[in-house]
Nanobody, 128 residues
Framework: QVQLIESGGGSVQAGDSLRLSCAAS????????MGWFRQAPGKEREFVAA????????SYAESVKGRFTISRDNDKNTVSLQMNSLKPEDTAVYSC?????????????????????WGQGTQVTVSS
């Protein structure tokens, strides 16, 4: 069992930056693929970014590519999402998730149902 706790959300202006963090419990964190997803009101949950178990491979949604960076620290059991040049359309609840299968596939890591554990989410609000 893995518990995920996000932090770092808040309300910012367009163009600002935020850094989200996700702290994981458990001794097997370093074997999981980690992902960030977001869900805006009235919309489906969507993929944001994912990082492989070792941290060597990443994937991003086209809408955030070049602005967001995902990283992980397996010694500290954390995964982070650095968000720069934020836009109003980035407003959503952001959640981290863990995939214990750890089978990296570019399409698979974008599917929410492939992930086994989820945090409760943190709100990010970007105003224009």
């Amino acid at each position: 069992q893995v518990q995920l706790i996000e932090s770092g959300g808040g309300s910012v202006q367009a163009g600002d930056s935020l850094r989200l963090s996700c702290a994981a419990s458990g001794r097997t964190f370093s074997s999981y693929i980690m992902g960030w997803f977001r869900q805006a009101p009235g919309k489906e949950r969507e993929f944001v970014a994912a990082v492989s178990a070792s941290g060597s491979t990443t994937s991003y949604a086209e809408s955030v590519k070049g602005r967001f960076t995902i990283s992980r620290d397996n010694d500290k059991n954390t995964v982070s999402l650095q968000m720069n040049s934020l836009k109003p359309e980035d407003t959503a609840v952001y959640s981290c998730a863990a995939d214990r299968t750890a089978v990296w596939h570019t399409v698979r890591v974008t599917r929410p149902y492939e992930y086994d554990y989820w945090g409760q989410g943190t709100q990010v609000t970007v105003s224009s």
